[in-house]
């Protein structure tokens, strides 16, 4: 059964900074891309960033870009969402998911082509 564990999310104020991880076997994060999306309350799930496994390139949300990197460490089965700069508007239970059709991010973010996803993370920023 696949499994992805998702931790590290909590209270921050704005400005601040929190990393994501993403805990997944091996056979996962080497065979499919990784995204991570968000949810607030009462909006639709949206996604934040992708990491391929076939080359470790990244695609990001416009609404992050520069402000949140997305990274893989091989050793520890784990990928990471740094977040930097944060923002009220990054308030959210953050979700990591494997896409198993795909090893290379495709450029978009659709939630329905991720079949296996965590248990969330909740991220709240603010003063």
């Known amino acids: 059964q696949v499994q992805l564990v998702e931790s590290g999310g909590g209270l921050v104020q704005p400005g601040g900074s929190l990393r994501l991880s993403c805990a997944a076997s091996r056979d996962i994060l080497d065979g499919y891309a990784i995204g991570w999306f968000r949810q607030a309350p009462g909006k639709e799930r949206e996604g934040v960033s992708c990491i391929s496994s076939s080359d470790g390139s990244a695609d990001y949300a416009d609404s992050v870009k520069g402000r949140f990197t997305v990274s893989r460490d091989n050793a520890k089965n784990t990928v990471y969402l740094q977040m930097n700069s944060l923002k009220p508007d990054d308030t959210a239970v953050y979700y990591c998911?494997?896409?198993?059709?795909?090893?290379?991010?495709?450029?978009?973010?659709?939630?329905?082509?991720?079949?296996?996803w965590g248990q969330g993370t909740q991220v709240a920023v603010s003063s």
């Open positions: 998911a494997a896409n198993k059709m795909r090893r290379r991010c495709p450029g978009w973010f659709a939630p329905h082509e991720y079949n296996y």
